[in-house]
């Protein structure tokens, strides 16, 4: 082993023995340069002149065999240059170069040899990958030539590979990994380019369209992840192909396509034409393992503004006001922005703030519609019926806040409120002038796991017989799981509610359906009543025949004129709700409409 000489007064050297490596920074101060050089040799001396070159410029690290010089590499692997002489004990400069590339293959490394190994060198450049070699004796100018020559291309090559990463990481961030389309991120930076100068006489018209696909929680609850994904990609493929001109198409976000178009024809009526032609193209029902998936489809459009005052991504926002519209609308899937949109919005905002406070502090009523047995001339029953009237707002309908509730998240606190409220009154209108009290029930308060309990609550709570009370579903019960469904409503009856079946056949439901659901009353929709001429008729008394075989009592409703009362008697209808005998109307008004009832009809003989 070869002894550490003393050190020049100039220089600060760190010697570890055992071959462990050795750090000199000089002029006392600890080298702090960007750029690290390796130096190898097994004599001090060359170690010290290597550093004394090097020093003022590059941190150095020195070690004087390369297995200490591997073991120095592993510690710091983004070493810039590595020097090593090639005749050196155990392990040669060219065998050491070789192991250091493993370790540190971005390093540039340097072979420093005599005369008579230069045949051998040669060799170590051809086969490992040496940046230079450098015969000795070497001048300080020239190992530091060599050395800066070393750095540059290392460099180079480092911003290089960063440039290569960057474009790999932005083509990546740019592109939706599901579907390949544009991401949000890249969406937003290509509306920022919109922006243009005002009045430029050679802007183009730039419309944006919000894809809204509806569904998706069909999709994920009936399938797992992976068949929802696939869905996603058939259709953003379907897009690309329908709207291969499209300046950028995107998804955004997880649930909603964006397109960004110049379209020749900028008019209202070929927006929504072209749009109307993008619901029909990803509408067409897709393949699932073997079952058709119907997708819903809404698209909104919006203008992007011109001139250099105005932001393009506003477009992104309207297009996607407009878009929730459309699907909240339903019958016209297409919506163009405009500032009407921003109105109903606000209102929109407004009424959903002003319910919230309305169902928090109990500030809505119920009136009661009773149905009529036409065949003995008594009450059979009473519907409770939910009703809002705002100081501000007005009179907000049913058709309005009720869907809304749902929509919020507000349907259970709200029918938990209207189930209370209802068992209050029917203790008031208990006896048998008024028989049942019915109440409505969203399929999301019958699902919910405190249903039940609440349901007995309000029994208990009221005092009432379990058998004034009626249990009324909207047949969207069908689209849910049936056998879970009939194990709820079968509890409910165990309790003593009977169970009514609402606006039957109006969408989901079907006469197959009754043989399996465990109910006691069928109300038939009004559509029917409306359309009796045109298939009511048939599909009214069809209801009737198969209910009376399975000992279900059926309610027509929405009956308003007396002509529409004679068919339907005529038919074998004997219980009729509508406005041919009532309206909706509060407690008080309900008995006072009860006691002129009964003195008009009394009942039959």
Known sequence: MHRPVEK???????????GRPMLMALDGTVA??????????????????????LGRQYQVNMAPSGLAAL????????????ISDMRMPSMNGA??????????????RILLTGHADVASAVQAVNEGGIFRLLTKPCSSARLSEAVEAAIADHDADARERNEIRENAKEEILSKDPLTGL?????????????????????WRPEVLFVIEIGGVDELSDGYDCKAAEHIFRLLAMRLRAHLA?????A???????????????????????????????????LAQDGIAQQIRVAVGIARIPIGTNTDPRSALRYAELAAREAKRHGSDPVRLFSRESIVRNERRRETVQALRTAVAQQQLSLHYQPIVDIERGTVYSIEALARWQHEKLGTVPPNTFIPLAEEIGLMIPLGEWVMNRACADARLLSGPQFGRVSVNCSVSQLLDSRFLYGLYQAIEKSGIDPKALELELTETVFAEDVDRVCTLLSDVRLLGVSVAIDDFGAGYSSLAYLTRLPIDVLKIDKTFVENFDRGGEAIIGAALAVARTLKIEVIVEGVETEQALRQLRALGATKIQGYVFAKPMPVNALMAWHADFQSRHGPAQ
């Open 8 to 18: 020049p007064a100039h220089t600060q050297a760190y010697l570890v023995s055992s």
């Open 32 to 53: 702090s340069q960007t750029h690290t050089v390796l130096c190898v040799d097994d004599e001090p001396q060359i170690l010290e002149a290597l550093a004394l070159t």
């Open 71 to 82: 073991e120095m590499l592993r510690a710091a692997p983004d070493t810039t240059v590595i």
């Open 95 to 108: 065998q050491f170069l070789a192991a250091a590339r493993k370790i540190a293959p971005h390093a540039r």
């Open 182 to 202: 544009s991401s949000p991120a890249s969406l937003l930076e290509r509306l920022d380019r919109c922006r243009g100068a005002e009045g430029a006489s050679e």
């Open 245 to 249: 001109n499209a300046e950028c198409l």
């Open 251 to 285: 998804r955004y976000p997880e649930t909603m396509f964006v397109a960004l178009l110049i379209p020749r024809d900028s008019s209202d009526a070929a927006l929504e034409t072209l749009a109307s032609s993008i619901v029909a193209a990803l509408e067409v029902p």
